[in-house]
């Protein structure tokens, strides 16, 4: 599984939590969704922290390989990174025999 898919339903499931754990209170629906969004952030940033190291880090090995990717393509069109290709012998014509 993906860090970004794994961080991602972990938060899904902290807001699930806490918006369950706030339900029991007597408050106006939207109040409810409010309280749990910014309660569900902020233990997000201390429960989940591990999670979201990991997924920054395959942001960032993505972004790395596209870049390197980006550059190598740009020298190959510049003609930088042309290696000399061999070119290949002309065919040599036996001399038509006499007919």
Request: hydrophobic share 45%.
């Amino acid at each position: 599984m993906s860090a970004a898919l794994k961080y991602t339903l972990g938060r899904i499931g902290l807001f699930v939590a806490v918006l369950a754990g706030l339900w029991l209170i007597d408050v106006n629906v939207f109040l409810k969704l409010m309280l749990a969004l910014a309660f569900s952030a902020a233990l997000s940033f201390f429960l989940l922290r591990g999670w979201r190291d990991e997924m920054a880090g395959e942001v960032a090995e993505a972004t790395e390989r596209r870049r390197a990717e980006k550059e190598r393509l740009r020298s190959a069109l510049a003609g930088e990174d042309q290696t000399p290709t061999p070119t290949p012998d002309p065919p040599t014509q036996a001399p038509d025999s006499q007919r």
